[in-house]
């Protein structure tokens, strides 16, 4: 099986919502939270601005699906794994919220490396008891089971007489060889009308983002495991999952970078001002006893 990535062309997003939109009917979520741009236990994903004032660049929101998933470890039921197509899924069967408070609190939220995932609730109409919802890369068609089941109708863009392309990459694949999870595209990436989101091998967006977001030297990108966001127009602040765990700094943050002064003044002297830092507390650690007055025996 192979690894594979969503990658957010941020420049390209139009805030249509279509992504959002798509994952609540794929996956029967309840209509709990309407009009609130929160990442809850019935959304797994939400697009929003990463400034205050809705200036943008609008972000995905949703869970990285981490390498090594710190939430899978805490599970006390085994119910989050790691699957071999990267995608950090959740066994419904096997999870029951009920039973594994700690002291008021979910282990793998608790974990989450990113903030925010997993969230427990009710969230879908497939389930009549609490569940850890998250996105799951769609791996799961029926919300119930753990079996990858193939879209009947893959998108066109993907489909040729000698297997399946890389939407990146441009390279036809031969049918003895044919990649399936390419064929599995999640439903956020087959609905984005402005083509924002790509679903590839992580192999080819890595790939596609070193040839094409180097920007001014500078790495145009932020990513890992199974989520990549990238712009060639701002300096983007890793989201985190959950985008009201950050509405604070990272906000003020991405303004902050992506200014033309930070280009040319307030990155620099950042920069310089962290060395001097390091400088300073170097020489405090070397200096000897005797000059803070004390007298060597």
């Given at each position: 099986m192979t690894v594979m990535a969503i990658l957010q062309e941020v420049d390209k997003c139009i805030r249509c919502n279509g992504c959002v939109i798509?994952?609540?009917?794929e996956w029967k979520m309840k209509q709990e939270t309407i009009g609130v741009m929160k990442v809850a236990y019935d959304q797994r994903l939400?697009?929003?601005s990463q400034k205050r004032v809705d200036m943008g660049p609008f972000i995905r929101y949703s869970c990285w699906h981490c390498p090594d998933p710190p939430c899978a470890k805490r599970c006390p039921f085994k119910a989050i794994v790691k699957k071999p197509n990267g995608a950090v899924d959740v066994n419904f069967a096997l999870c029951d919220p009920s039973k594994c408070q700690i002291n008021g609190q979910y282990p793998c939220v608790v974990d989450c490396q990113r903030g925010g995932y997993p969230k427990p609730g009710l969230g879908s109409d497939s389930f009549t008891t609490p569940k850890m919802q998250k996105c799951t890369l769609?791996?799961?068609?029926?919300?119930?089971?753990?079996?990858?089941?193939?879209?009947?109708?893959?998108?066109?863009?993907?489909?040729?007489?000698?297997g399946y392309k890389s939407t990146l990459t441009g390279a036809g694949v031969d049918t003895t060889t044919v990649i399936p999870?390419?064929?599995?595209?999640?439903?956020?990436?087959?609905?984005?009308?402005a083509k924002a989101m790509v679903w590839d091998?992580?192999?080819?967006?890595?790939a596609y983002l070193r040839a094409n977001y180097i920007v001014g030297g500078q790495q145009g990108w932020v990513g890992n495991g199974a989520m990549y966001w990238a712009s060639k127009k701002v300096l983007l602040a890793p989201p985190k999952a959950?985008?009201?765990?950050?509405?604070?700094?990272?906000?003020?943050?991405?303004?902050?970078?992506?200014s033309p002064?930070?280009?040319a003044a307030i990155v620099p002297t950042i920069l310089v001002g962290g060395l001097m830092a390091l400088s300073a507390r170097r020489a405090e650690n070397e200096r000897p006893a005797t000059m803070d007055g004390?007298?060597?025996a």
């Amino acid at each position: 099986m192979t690894v594979m990535a969503i990658l957010q062309e941020v420049d390209k997003c139009i805030r249509c919502n279509g992504c959002v939109i798509a994952c609540k009917r794929e996956w029967k979520m309840k209509q709990e939270t309407i009009g609130v741009m929160k990442v809850a236990y019935d959304q797994r994903l939400a697009i929003k601005s990463q400034k205050r004032v809705d200036m943008g660049p609008f972000i995905r929101y949703s869970c990285w699906h981490c390498p090594d998933p710190p939430c899978a470890k805490r599970c006390p039921f085994k119910a989050i794994v790691k699957k071999p197509n990267g995608a950090v899924d959740v066994n419904f069967a096997l999870c029951d919220p009920s039973k594994c408070q700690i002291n008021g609190q979910y282990p793998c939220v608790v974990d989450c490396q990113r903030g925010g995932y997993p969230k427990p609730g009710l969230g879908s109409d497939s389930f009549t008891t609490p569940k850890m919802q998250k996105c799951t890369l769609c791996s799961d068609r029926a919300g119930v089971t753990n079996t990858a089941v193939p879209f009947q109708n893959p998108p066109t863009s993907q489909h040729y007489s000698n297997g399946y392309k890389s939407t990146l990459t441009g390279a036809g694949v031969d049918t003895t060889t044919v990649i399936p999870e390419l064929q599995h595209a999640p439903m956020c990436v087959m609905t984005c009308p402005a083509k924002a989101m790509v679903w590839d091998t992580q192999a080819n967006v890595v790939a596609y983002l070193r040839a094409n977001y180097i920007v001014g030297g500078q790495q145009g990108w932020v990513g890992n495991g199974a989520m990549y966001w990238a712009s060639k127009k701002v300096l983007l602040a890793p989201p985190k999952a959950d985008p009201f765990v950050e509405d604070h700094l990272a906000p003020a943050a991405s303004g902050l970078f992506s200014s033309p002064i930070a280009k040319a003044a307030i990155v620099p002297t950042i920069l310089v001002g962290g060395l001097m830092a390091l400088s300073a507390r170097r020489a405090e650690n070397e200096r000897p006893a005797t000059m803070d007055g004390e007298v060597s025996a």
